[in-house]
């Protein structure tokens, strides 16, 4: 841990934001100091991302002052932040893909000038500069779209710190990364620790915040729950209670098998556009299915073509029994009931200029429709309201747009969506991205009671404990194929090693 005897280079003393109806912060301090890494904690909704757009010039406060390097600081745009030192990587890549790597780091530099062609040699000369600061072996010339996701996230960092960034935001950085990925992202991190950097960790892992972090602020319904506490002495349980008031509450699951019901979903010798090939897959009534690979396996391609929007080119598809072709995402929804949390829930799971009523309900819109089409807002309320309740969902009105909400709590709208609809099969992809710890305790209540109501889930998560936690038989991935499958025993230690076994082999064959 870095030492904590140096002055601030940044505060929030006392700052509020308020909106119409809801009070985002109120009297919210941090102090984060030179050559730290400073953890923002909270549930969805505690006011996590309006701090964050406060301190990045986003937002102004309505009460409190910014404090940078000791003077009030007054940021009228992001640019204002920037020039003072402050950069961010956010949770949604913030990259231009059609972009080189080189462009997307020199945005803000490209030309002096309107009628001055860019220097490319000058800007990749740059580019590298920060490149190799960070150890990343990669030509500035390269298009970002090529890029992997933990590469994106590193040419953002390098974008940052060419801007001079003393005080590094990171908004849930792991969020899709890789166990080897986040490794070799932390390793980084605490380099740029031991050069002076200061960096807020915005994340709801609390295992990495206790790895990596030297100081913490929880939020608490738009309060201080604790302001820039050191780290030491805190363990899970005490961060938990931190955030949500009481410790947390660890359900006691039973291992289930469900080899008895009847199938649901069979997938036989299925080849995909994807690349997938001799795909075997069963999903049975009632059963909670986890698919578990390493980044690049092909889980989420696999889901794709399921859902018909790649559908599948050689093989059997089977819904109850009976063979099906899906040709389309409407078909998949309308015609057969299956619903599909997607990962990326700003680009696939919502419609960000929609209300949240209309976002709850657009699955089940044409259920709904009466005579004529006619559809009216008050029978959609009654449809989807009880899981807007049971998922907490925190909104100033069902009317509020969508767009406007916390990303946890759009993930919890994309969740209620396919709850209202009563699909036979769900597959959910990633579904505790971005929520915080209250939440996801919910959520995953919510999947073990559908399941035991009879709907099948087939779940895609890269979080190993949430996969043994939740799964009754994982089927593993590697190479967009299937490696084998294990009944869940339960037993962490004894599953995670099953699981990396099967990878492995899939590897060496």
């Known amino acids: 841990m870095a030492a904590q005897t140096s002055a601030p280079v940044f505060q929030a003393r006392g700052v509020s934001k308020f909106f119409p109806g809801v009070k985002a912060l109120e009297g919210v301090s941090i102090s984060l100091r030179p050559g730290s890494i400073h953890a923002l904690l909270g549930e969805n909704g505690a006011g996590k991302s309006t701090l964050i757009k406060l301190i990045t010039g986003v937002l102004r406060p309505d009460e409190g002052e910014l404090v940078v390097d000791g003077q009030p600081a007054h940021f009228a745009s992001t640019r204002d932040a920037i020039a003072r030192g402050i950069g961010v990587v956010h949770q949604e890549r913030n990259l231009i893909p059609r972009f080189s790597v080189g462009e997307n780091i020199m945005l803000e530099r490209l030309s002096a000038s309107l009628f001055k062609p860019i220097d490319y040699a000058a800007v990749n000369a740059e580019a590298r500069r920060w490149l190799d600061v960070l150890g990343l072996d990669l030509d500035p ?3 970002v779209s090529q890029l992997s996701v933990a590469k994106m996230q590193l040419v953002e960092i390098a974008k940052a710190l060419s801007l001079r960034s003393r005080v590094l935001l990171l908004d849930e950085p792991t969020a899709s990364l890789t166990p080897h990925e986040t490794v070799a992202l932390f390793a980084l991190l605490k380099k740029l620790r031991n050069e002076g950097v200061s960096m807020l960790f915005v994340s709801h892992k ?28 805190l363990g899970r349980q005490d961060l938990v209670r931190l955030m949500i008031g009481r410790s947390e509450q660890i359900p006691d699951w039973k291992p289930r098998d469900h080899a008895g019901a009847a199938p649901v979903l069979q997938l036989e010798k299925v080849a995909t556009p994807f690349g997938h090939r001799d795909i075997d897959l ?12 390493l980044v690049g396996a092909g889980r989420t391609e696999l889901a794709k073509s399921i859902m018909g929007l790649q559908p599948a080119t050689s093989g059997t598809i089977r819904l109850d029994g009976k063979e099906v072709t899906i040709t389309s995402v409407g078909e998949a929804i309308h015609t057969h009931r299956l619903g599909y949390v997607s990962e990326d829930r700003k680009q696939e799971g919502l419609i960000l200029l929609h209300s949240v009523l209309d976002n709850a309900g657009i699955a089940i819109w044409r259920k709904l429709a009466g005579f004529g089409g006619m559809l009216t807002d008050r029978a959609v309320r009654k449809a989807t ?28 709208i994309s969740v209620a969506k396919w709850l209202a609809a009563g699909v036979r099969l769900l597959i959910i992809d990633e579904p505790s991205v971005g929520i915080d710890i209250k939440t996801k305790a919910y959520l995953h209540e919510l999947i073990r009671e559908l399941s035991d109501a009879g ?3 087939l779940l895609i998560t890269s979080d190993m404990p949430e996969m043994i936690a939740l799964a009754d038989r994982i089927v593993v991935m590697n190479g967009y194929r299937v490696a084998g499958d294990l009944q869940n025993s339960r037993d962490y230690g004894a599953m995670s090693e099953g699981i990396m076994d099967l990878i492995h082999k899939l590897d060496a064959a």
């Open 455 to 457: 709907t099948s889930i």
């Open 282 to 293: 069963t999903v049975r009534r009632g059963e909670i299915v986890g698919l578990y690979g």
């Open 206 to 233: 609390l295992e990495e915040v206790q790895e990596i972090c030297d100081q913490v602020t929880v939020l608490r319904d738009g309060r201080n729950a604790c302001d820039s506490r050191s780290m030491e002495g």
């Open 141 to 143: 010339a390269t298009p």
């Open 385 to 412: 309201e009880p899981y807007i309740r049971k998922l907490e969902v925190r909104t100033p009105s069902l009317g509020q747009l969508v767009g406007n909400l916390s990303g946890g709590n759009q993930q919890k």
